[in-house]
């Protein structure tokens, strides 16, 4: 039975004010763009920073993490970046996915290995029942509507690079595809989405 898993955290747009935050939080918990073994010995707290930039878009992991670190590493991450936090499944156990966006606030979900939710035949049931097979709320109750603004961020914002320190007063990266959410189509949230009030306009960041 193995208590560890391979994790990966993506970020794809992150305010200028929490690009310390989040870089400080993957070198806490030794998430980089290359393989961590077993061995590998941990940060020393008092050396100069591993990670001097945030690349929006790139995933940072760690092959080998405790079970359930995912979880930590998504309380500890700013709630207005975007982000997609997963471990993979064990031998006993499906993996977890969290999913966050400014304007839909935090998704979690059952996985498989490539971070995609996951659901039984019985819950599958159950969610056509509770939405009498409407494909909108559908969306928002198995992380579809969160995909589908994550994927909006990925094409505009992928590849750019944050440094650390970066001023408050720079360009808003993540703008364009939060105002095609928060003016765009109703279809894409029911009425009891989370952060359905904060929507009405486009957040400035």
Not at 115 to 127: K, W
Request: net charge negative; proline share 9%.
């Amino acid at each position: 039975m193995s208590d560890r898993t391979w994790m990966q955290v993506v970020i794809y747009s992150c305010p200028p004010e929490s690009v310390n935050r989040v870089l400080d939080v993957l070198e806490q918990f030794n998430l980089d763009n290359e393989y961590v073994l077993p061995d590998d010995p941990e940060r020393d707290p008092a050396a100069p920073h591993r990670l001097p930039s945030l690349e929006l878009g790139r995933g940072y992991i760690h092959s080998e993490t405790p079970c359930g670190t995912s979880n930590d590493i998504r309380q500890a991450l700013p709630e207005d970046a975007a982000w997609k936090v997963w471990e993979e499944p064990t031998y006993v156990a499906l993996g977890e996915v969290y999913l966050n966006h400014p304007d839909l606030a935090l998704f979690k979900a059952d996985c498989d290995h490539r971070g995609r939710p996951v659901f039984s035949s019985g819950e599958v049931d159950d969610l056509v029942e509770l939405t009498g097979g409407d494909r909108v709320q559908l969306g928002h109750r198995t992380g579809r509507t969160w995909e589908m603004a994550l994927e909006q961020l990925e094409a505009i914002n992928n590849g750019i690079v944050i440094p650390r320190d970066t001023a408050t007063a720079s360009a808003p990266l993540q703008a364009a595809a939060l105002n095609q959410l928060a003016s765009g189509p109703a279809r894409w949230l029911p009425p009891d989405a989370s952060g359905l009030a904060r929507a009405t306009t486009a957040p400035n960041r």
